[in-house]
């Protein structure tokens, strides 16, 4: 069975920032990847606080679905941009999306799986 036909990441992220923008926020990319077959990262917050990481990652049914998977800690949030900084060392094809919307989880939601 061949494995359905992924749609080139930098079209993804176009359309991220698009459902973003029409779902009252603002998006930006933080770290530009492989133009076709990058990862993506979406990183979510409101009113650039409550920094949240969701990741793209495989189901038991074959879907991928963003999961979160860091969490700014308000006490120590240096700790969050190093973590960023360390997935760009370890994978320079990664898309780093950065959204800023209230209900950061219906956000995510709405994404594709």
Do not use: C
């Amino acid at each position: 069975m061949s494995e359905p036909t992924r749609l080139p990441a930098h079209l993804e992220v176009a359309s991220l920032i698009r459902l973003a923008e029409s779902n009252g926020g603002m998006a930006t990319v933080l770290h530009k990847g492989e133009r076709d077959a990058g990862t993506l990262l979406v990183v979510t917050m409101y009113r650039g606080e409550n920094a949240k990481l969701y990741e793209r990652m495989p189901q038991l049914d074959g879907s991928r679905a963003f999961v979160l998977t860091k969490e700014q800690d308000s006490e120590k949030p240096y700790e969050f941009n190093e973590y960023l900084a360390r997935r760009y060392n370890q994978d320079p094809d990664i898309w780093v999306i950065e959204v800023d919307i209230d209900e950061a989880e219906r956000f995510i939601a709405l994404l594709p799986r």
